[in-house]
């Protein structure tokens, strides 16, 4: 789940709390509106910062940094592939599926991390602009 499908509840929470803090509707509906301008702005940032960070990886110069992404892409596609195909047509699905809960949490953790801080900050930065416009 991204930050943006977390938004409406963290701000259904700090509403309860303005609600006791100002009770004037104008004046609370008026700072839940800019809490949520700079919550999407903090995330728009951290997108746009990751987005360097891969663009710097592109163009490296090491073959490795700049294919990290296809590489990890390929790597998944193969791995559900073999779990959701090739091993069942083989017979191997239950080992298959029992080597894999067989993994440490912390690495299915790294990974999980990993791919869904880059999936996160592809979607920041396209959904970003079309909800607060451009910067300017």
């Not at 592109?58 to 992404?69: D, Q």
Request: no cysteine.
């Amino acid at each position: 789940m991204g930050f943006l499908a977390l938004l409406p509840a963290l701000l259904g929470a700090l509403g309860l709390i303005l609600q006791k803090v100002l009770p004037d509707e104008g004046q609370r509906l008026q700072v839940q509106l800019e809490l949520q301008k700079a919550l999407i702005e903090q995330q728009d940032d951290l997108g746009r910062a990751m987005a360097e960070v891969m663009k710097a990886d592109a163009g490296s110069e090491s073959p490795l940094a700049r294919n990290a992404r296809p590489i990890t892409v390929l790597w998944a596609l193969a791995m559900i592939t073999w779990v959701g195909v090739v091993a069942p047509m083989l017979g191997l699905q239950v080992e298959v599926v029992a080597a894999l809960k067989g993994v440490p949490a912390e690495l299915w953790s790294l990974l999980t991390v990993g791919i869904g801080a880059y999936m996160l900050a592809r979607s920041v930065d396209k959904i970003v602009p079309q909800v607060i416009g451009p910067k300017g």
